[in-house]
C-alpha cells in the first residue's frame, strides 16, 4: 500500500479546527482508496513562539524536506505583530522551500451563493508569483524614532522567477477547457519590475499560441471580476496583486471559507504546502462555526499533487454534495457547524465510488 508523509501544521485560530477536521476526511477517504496517509503534527504557531521566542526550531525545515506534503491551516495570533507571525512561519516554508506558484482556484459551488448577480460565471483559477516581488524581503528601517526615519520595501522581480511563473501559468491555462490567461500588471506606474513582468509574459506567449491572452490593470481587473466574471479564466499576478485579487475572488465565491490554496514547488525538490485562505479568524475561534471546507477543497488539491487524481475528484464530488444539500456554516448563511459539515462530508464519501 502507497504510504504518503504529510506534515500537518495547524499554526493559530481556527487552524486547530479546520485541519483536525481535514486529517479526519481524508483518513476516511484514503481507507476507500487503498492508499494511506501518515501525519505527524507540529506545534509550530504563536504559542510556542511567545513561549520560545521561535516559530520554527532548530533544524525544523531540514525536517520537514523528508515529508510528500506539509498541510497548514493558519498563522497569526492578537499577541504578535503580523509582519513577525507571517515571516516567522509561513514565508519561512513557501521561500525556504522554492513553491514559487501559489494556485488559487475559485469557484461557485453548488447551493452556495455568490453576491454577484452572475454568479455561475466564477470559475476562475488565480496563479500568484509566491517567492519574490513584493513580499521579497528586501528593504530595511533607518534612524528609527527620529524625525528622517526611512523605511523601504524593494519589489524584486528576477527574470527567472518572472520567467518560470508566466510559463507555469501558460501551461495551467493550456490545460483548462477556455485556454484564456489574463495578465494582471500595473507596469504604467510601476516602470522598472513590472515592465520586466510584462515583457517577459510577452516573450513566454510566443511558446504558446493555442492560448489566449490579455492583460489588465491590477486595479481595473478589481472591476472585471465584479461585472464581468465571465471574461477570465486563468489569471497571473504578482505576488501583492494576486494575494489581494484572490481574497476578492473568495469572497465572489460566497466566503473565504470556502477558498483553497496551493504553494506548489513545481520541480519537486521540496515539497509542496497546501493552505486554506482564510487565516486565523480569531472572532470565531474556539466557537465551532469555522468552515472547513476550503480544507477540505485544499485536501483535494494536495491529493491531486500527490498522484490519487482519482481520490481528489471524489473529494470534490462529496464537497459539492454537502453544498447542494444545504449544510453550510454561518458564513455561507447556514446553521450547521464545524463537526456538522465534516459528517456531512464523510457519509457523502460513503456514498461515493
Known amino acids: 500500500m502507497k504510504t504518503y508523509r504529510i506534515a500537518a501544521i495547524p499554526g493559530d485560530g481556527i487552524g486547530n479546527e479546520v485541519i483536525p477536521a481535514g ?16 501525519f505527524e503534527h507540529f506545534d509550530w504557531g504563536s504559542k510556542r513562539y511567545l513561549e520560545t521566542g521561535a516559530y520554527i526550531p532548530a533544524g525544523g525545515l531540514e525536517r520537514l524536506k523528508t515529508f510528500d506534503a506539509i498541510f497548514f491551516g493558519a498563522v497569526g495570533a492578537a499577541e504578535v505583530p503580523d509582519h513577525i507571525s507571517l515571516w516567522g512561519l509561513r514565508l519561512p516554508i513557501c521561500q525556504g522551500f522554492d513553491q514559487y506558484a501559489n494556485v488559487r482556484p475559485a469557484r461557485v459551488l453548488p447551493g452556495v451563493d455568490s453576491p454577484l448577480r ?12 509566491n517567492s519574490e516581488g513584493e513580499y521579497s524581503g528586501s528593504g530595511g528601517r533607518v534612524h528609527r524614532g527620529l524625525p528622517e526615519e526611512v523605511a523601504t520595501e524593494t519589489s524584486v522581480f528576477t527574470r527567472r522567477g518572472v520567467e518560470r511563473i508566466h510559463r507555469f501559468a501558460f501551461e495551467l491555462a493550456r490545460a483548462r477547457p477556455k485556454k484564456h ?29 493555442e492560448v489566449r491572452w490579455d492583460r489588465e490593470l491590477v486595479d481595473a481587473m478589481t472591476t472585471r471580476m465584479v461585472l464581468k466574471p465571465g471574461s477570465i479564466d486563468t489569471v497571473v499576478a504578482s505576488n501583492l496583486h494576486a494575494d489581494i ?10 466566503s473565504l471559507g470556502i477558498a483553497p490554496t496551493a504553494n506548489l514547488n513545481p520541480e519537486r525538490t521540496f515539497p509542496s ?25 485544499t485536501a483535494s488539491m494536495m491529493l491531486e499533487h500527490l498522484g490519487e487524481a482519482r481520490a481528489a475528484a471524489g473529494l470534490m464530488r462529496a464537497i459539492e454534495a454537502v453544498t447542494a444539500e444545504g449544510v453550510l456554516t454561518p458564513d455561507l448563511g447556514g446553521v450547521h457547524d464545524t463537526r456538522a459539515v465534516t459528517n456531512a462530508v464523510k457519509r457523502a464519501l460513503d456514498r461515493g465510488r
Open 23 to 38: 486529517i479526519e476526511v481524508l483518513e476516511a477517504l484514503a481507507a476507500k482508496r487503498g492508499f494511506a496517509l501518515a
Open 118 to 129: 452572475d454568479g455561475s460565471a466564477v470559475d476562475w483559477v488565480i496563479i500568484r508569483e
Open 181 to 209: 490567461l489574463t495578465l494582471v500588471t500595473k507596469s504604467n506606474a510601476q516602470r522598472h519590475g513590472m515592465v520586466l513582468w510584462d515583457e517577459i509574459f510577452f516573450e513566454v506567449a510566443k511558446a504558446y499560441p
Open 245 to 254: 485579487l484572490s481574497d476578492l475572488a473568495a469572497a465572489l465565491s460566497g
Open 273 to 297: 504546502m497546501f493552505e486554506p485562505i482564510h487565516g486565523s479568524a480569531f472572532d470565531i475561534t474556539g466557537k465551532g462555526i469555522a468552515n472547513p471546507l476550503a480544507t477540505f477543497w
